[in-house]
């Protein structure tokens, strides 16, 4: 009996390093994981980023400005080195890179003249992501303090755009916090024809007298490559940024445009 025990011990002593060594596997470590996340293809980091409180002020995230994509993208490093792509919230600038709209080119270099290298403050909103990804604010070229619209003019990026008509305002729920402001600045703009509105030129009346002179006039636009008669309801629609105005029919045909079937130009 004593000699069975003590072989059952020797079988276990002899098992127990083996299973100790190759029997368990150490679980990954976070950064194992996290590796495997971020490598695994369509995968789009989405994480949320959580402001800093200025004393007495708006949460803001400090960051520098890095790159300038175009009028109203750019790429900022953040104080804790992470660096982001943001897009600045209610406002559109025409575009600049895949294809060149009216006033894109002084968008995007008006953007880069005033913000590369610059310490900026974003203020985020409700929904803090795009679903591409990039992070969505408010860019202040100082801390905020009191939110108001006099503030909102002097310090703010996005309203400096909406009031030297660089811009039109793109809302896009829930991301509304100044909204109403952006309205207000960007019908200043306009009333005062200023950048891209000022190519917006109302059509005379037409009258039996200048009907001639009238219908030598073509609105294009330019992404639809149609163009109009002045008076067409399509015209009118054009946003300013896709207007192009053509001197003659056969100026706006050789350039690629097609006449309109409503108003038959």
Known sequence: ??????????????????????????????????GQIENKPGVVEKSPVTALPED???????????????????????????????????????????????YGKEAAAYTRKELTDRTVYLELDVAQRDKYGRLLAYVWLMPPRENSKTEVRKAMFNATLLLIGLAQVMTVPPNVKYADIFVEFQKEAREAEKGLWGTIKTPAPVSISNKASTETKYIGNSNSKKFHRPDCQWAQKIAPRNRVEFGKREEAIKAGYQPCKTCKP
């Open 56 to 102: 007495k002020g708006t949460p803001v995230l400090k960051a520098t400005v890095i790159y300038i994509v175009d009028g109203d993208t750019i790429h900022v490093r953040l104080e804790n080195g992470r660096k982001e792509k943001v897009r600045f919230i209610g406002v559109d600038t025409p575009e600049s890179t895949r294809i060149v709209e009216l």
């Open 1 to 34: 009996m004593l000699l069975v025990r003590l072989f059952i011990i020797l079988i276990i002593l002899l098992i127990l390093p083996a299973g100790c060594g190759k029997g368990i596997v150490a679980p990954e470590t976070p950064g194992e994981m996290k």
